[in-house]
């Protein structure tokens, strides 16, 4: 056994040594002396293991390569993690979408294949595949592009992981031996059902350990994959789904037109379904889709990518929704309603088209009054103004073959017009508002068809007199006017079905070449001719927008109006 004295200098001679290797601060055999060192260490790798060339040296060598350049070794390493940058100089050109780009990616695959290609070249290519952005890189030569540099990544991963090893390897490496199925062809896939959910902490943790930066087309397509999914569902799902689907919409918007195409066409499908508010007010903002009043004039013409019954059922959401605002946001103010809002709310199925028309009192209190500033806003583009009447709003609404025109504040009557022979036009930006234009039918030499004065009682009156020009209530059971048919099924088999008649051994009818000629002028306005038809039918002319000049000409022509099927029929001989 050692004496004392030997041990206490063994002691110091240990501490000696200790304190030469710089392990001072801390007890011998503490496993922290090796882990924080060690966690630097890896720091510093994974730091290396991802890091990317500068931003201005990168962006240079994809700027000489999209102007045509021949690249140096060093070059054609740094254009890897910017060829999905828009380039200034070329008007936003990129790298993906430029002629050599093909050629490029051939190089890197076959270095590649040898295992000579620098691994952070080829993570400068997963960051530039995940940098894409598809609402600047809208080029069809830049999607192929970048379509291309998908399949690359997925033919030459395997090649590189193999190439990483069993051992200690880069984050972004070990992530995508988990997740690979983001190089494939359905990247989001996996992630868009519970994304739908809301649960967002696999793709949030995805996005960071990948770097995915926010304008990323993933965060695109996965909601587009959110909503194809959805739209899967049954309709009570489905529908459940919509406030969560415009939420993902509106977050992440480069496939929203695509996106809400999808929801609309499948809102439409659904079994009895009503008016969807949130719907409405979402496609119908002047930054998304816009009025669908608007569609005919040329400004809302993201409504064509729908069937034309999806826009009518949109089309007739609006137009309940002005007719309720007009009464209870208007009228209301004056005291006013005397029960018009029930009594036009009757025939609200059979409304093919409103206008709303503002005094100058109500222009003036969107500045206070935050429900007439949102109506405004909602109706931008589609509403007119009234100059003479200033605490007077009026209300244009069309029924069939007749226009009637409503106002906020007695004395003023409802004047009920046949829509072919106005004493204005429905489409003027301003109206005095009296008997120079929409109060015309008072004048005696003017006249209407139906003048409705709100004296007590005068609901039953006003009801036998639109009998007579062949208006009737709803039928309760009847079907949407705006929205028959099925998202599924072509424009003309959405159609109402036509009246028959007797078969004919010809066509008869007026010179169809002008026809033809004549609805050119009138965008929406269609032909569905069905006197071939083996158990017979008529030559029918079909417009959305029941605009008064089209129906002039083909009452001249000799067409009749159908108000069953909201259409023009040319009379059997």
Same mark, same amino acid.
């Given at each position: 056994?050692?004496?004392?004295?030997?041990?206490? %200098?063994?002691?110091?001679?240990?501490?000696?040594?200790? &304190?030469? =290797?710089?392990?001072?601060?801390?007890?011998?055999?503490?496993?922290?002396?090796?882990?924080?060192?060690?966690?630097?260490?890896?720091?510093?790798?994974?730091?290396?293991?991802?890091? #990317?060339?500068? #931003?201005?040296?990168?962006?240079?060598?994809?700027?000489?390569?999209?102007?045509?350049?021949?690249?140096?070794?060093?070059?054609?390493?740094?254009?890897?993690?910017?060829?999905?940058?828009?380039?200034?100089?070329?008007?936003?050109? =990129?790298?993906?979408?430029?002629?050599?780009?093909?050629?490029?990616?051939?190089?890197?695959?076959?270095?590649?294949?040898?295992?000579?290609?620098?691994?952070?070249?080829?993570?400068?290519?997963?960051?530039?595949?995940?940098?894409?952005?598809?609402?600047?890189?809208?080029?069809?030569?830049?999607?192929?592009?970048?379509?291309?540099?998908?399949?690359?990544?997925?033919?030459?991963?395997?090649?590189?992981?193999?190439?990483?090893?069993?051992?200690?390897?880069?984050?972004?490496?070990? +992530?995508?031996?988990?997740?690979?199925?983001?190089?494939?062809?359905?990247?989001?896939?996996?992630?868009?059902?519970?994304?739908?959910?809301?649960?967002?902490?696999?793709?949030?943790?995805?996005?960071?350990?990948?770097?995915?930066?926010?304008?990323?087309?993933?965060?695109?397509?996965?909601?587009?994959?959110? +909503?194809?999914?959805?739209?899967?569902?049954?309709?009570?799902?489905?529908?459940?789904?919509?406030?969560?689907?415009?939420?993902?919409?509106?977050? #992440?918007?480069?496939?929203?037109?695509?996106?809400?195409?999808?929801?609309?066409?499948?809102?439409?499908?659904?079994?009895?379904?009503?008016?969807?508010?949130?719907?409405?007010?979402?496609?119908?903002?002047?930054?998304?889709?816009?009025?669908?009043?608007?569609?005919?004039?040329?400004?809302?013409?993201?409504?064509?990518?729908?069937?034309?019954?999806?826009?009518?059922?949109?089309?007739?959401?609006?137009?309940?929704?002005?007719? #309720?605002?007009?009464?209870?946001?208007?009228?209301?103010?004056?005291?006013?309603?005397?029960?018009?809002?029930?009594?036009?709310?009757?025939?609200?199925?059979?409304?093919?088209?409103?206008?709303?028309?503002?005094?100058?009192?109500?222009?003036?209190?969107?500045?206070?009054?935050?429900?007439?500033?949102?109506?405004?806003?909602?109706?931008?583009?589609?509403?007119?103004?009234?100059?003479?009447?200033?605490?007077?709003?009026?209300?244009?609404?069309?029924?069939?073959?007749?226009?009637?025109?409503?106002?906020?504040?007695?004395?003023?009557?409802?004047?009920?017009?046949?829509?072919? %022979?106005?004493?204005?036009?429905?489409?003027?930006?301003?109206?005095?508002?009296?008997?120079?234009?929409?109060?015309?039918?008072?004048?005696?030499?003017?006249?209407?068809?139906?003048?409705?004065?709100?004296?007590?009682?005068?609901?039953?009156?006003?009801?036998?007199?639109?009998?007579?020009?062949?208006?009737?209530?709803?039928?309760?059971?009847?079907?949407?006017?705006?929205?028959? &048919?099925?998202?599924?099924?072509?424009?003309?088999?959405?159609?109402?079905?036509?009246?028959?008649? %007797?078969?004919?051994?010809?066509?008869?009818?007026?010179? =169809?070449?002008?026809?033809?000629?004549?609805?050119?002028?009138?965008?929406?306005?269609?032909?569905?001719?069905?006197?071939?038809?083996?158990?017979? &039918?008529?030559?029918?002319?079909?417009?959305?927008?029941?605009?008064?000049?089209?129906?002039?000409?083909?009452?001249?022509?000799?067409?009749?109006?159908?108000?069953?099927?909201?259409?023009?029929?040319?009379?059997?001989?």
């Amino acid at each position: 056994m050692l004496a004392t004295g030997a041990l206490h %200098q063994l002691s110091r001679d240990l501490a000696a040594a200790i &304190g030469a =290797m710089g392990l001072q601060a801390g007890e011998f055999g503490k496993p922290e002396l090796v882990e924080v060192p060690t966690r630097e260490a890896e720091r510093i790798f994974q730091g290396y293991a991802k890091a #990317k060339p500068s #931003k201005e040296d990168a962006y240079a060598a994809a700027c000489a390569f999209v102007r045509g350049q021949t690249l140096d070794a060093w070059q054609r390493d740094l254009v890897a993690a910017a060829v999905a940058e828009p380039i200034r100089e070329q008007a936003g050109a =990129m790298v993906l979408g430029a002629r050599r780009f093909a050629e490029l990616l051939d190089s890197y695959e076959e270095e590649a294949r040898r295992g000579d290609l620098w691994r952070l070249t080829w993570h400068g290519l997963l960051y530039s595949y995940f940098n894409y952005d598809p609402t600047t890189g809208k080029a069809e030569a830049t999607r192929n592009g970048w379509q291309a540099l998908r399949a690359f990544l997925e033919r030459t991963w395997p090649l590189i992981d193999h190439q990483a090893g069993k051992e200690v390897v880069p984050d972004w490496v070990a +992530v995508l031996r988990k997740e690979s199925d983001v190089l494939t062809a359905a990247p989001v896939e996996r992630y868009s059902r519970a994304y739908l959910r809301g649960n967002t902490e696999a793709t949030d943790q995805l996005a960071q350990d990948l770097g995915i930066p926010p304008s990323s087309w993933f965060w695109h397509a996965l909601v587009l994959g959110a +909503v194809k999914r959805a739209t899967a569902d049954s309709d009570a799902e489905f529908r459940r789904l919509i406030p969560q689907l415009l939420k993902l919409v509106q977050g #992440k918007p480069g496939f929203r037109d695509e996106a809400l195409e999808a929801i609309l066409i499948r809102y439409h499908s659904c079994r009895g379904a009503p008016p969807d508010e949130r719907l409405r007010d979402f496609v119908c903002q002047t930054t998304v889709w816009k009025n669908p009043k608007l569609k005919g004039a040329g400004i809302a013409t993201a409504w064509n990518r729908v069937p034309d019954p999806v826009w009518q059922m949109v089309l007739g959401w609006v137009n309940e929704r002005n007719l #309720k605002d007009f009464f209870d946001i208007l009228a209301a103010r004056n005291n006013a309603d005397e029960g018009r809002l029930a009594f036009w709310s009757k025939y609200l199925k059979q409304i093919t088209w409103t206008r709303l028309v503002f005094g100058h009192d109500t222009m003036a209190l969107k500045r206070t009054n935050a429900e007439v500033r949102d109506l405004i806003a909602r109706e931008e583009g589609a509403y007119a103004q009234l100059t003479s009447k200033s605490e007077v709003d009026a209300f244009m609404m069309q029924i069939g073959s007749y226009l009637i025109i409503e106002f906020s504040k007695k004395p003023n009557a409802c004047y009920v017009y046949e829509a072919d %022979q106005l004493p204005f036009e429905p489409y003027e930006r301003q109206y005095e508002g009296g008997t120079a234009d929409l109060a015309a039918g008072f004048r005696q030499e003017v006249g209407c068809a139906v003048r409705i004065v709100h004296r007590e009682g005068w609901g039953g009156r006003a009801e036998a007199e639109l009998r007579q020009l062949g208006i009737r209530p709803d039928r309760p059971e009847g079907q949407r006017v705006t929205s028959t &048919g099925t998202a599924n099924t072509s424009t003309a088999g959405a159609r109402a079905t036509a009246a028959t008649g %007797q078969a004919k051994a010809s066509p008869v009818g007026p010179d =169809m070449s002008a026809l033809r000629s004549l609805l050119s002028r009138f965008r929406g306005a269609s032909i569905d001719d069905r006197r071939g038809n083996s158990g017979g &039918g008529r030559l029918w002319i079909e417009d959305p927008l029941q605009r008064v000049q089209l129906a002039s000409e083909l009452k001249a022509l000799g067409f009749k109006w159908a108000n069953t099927r909201q259409a023009w029929y040319y009379p059997e001989a």
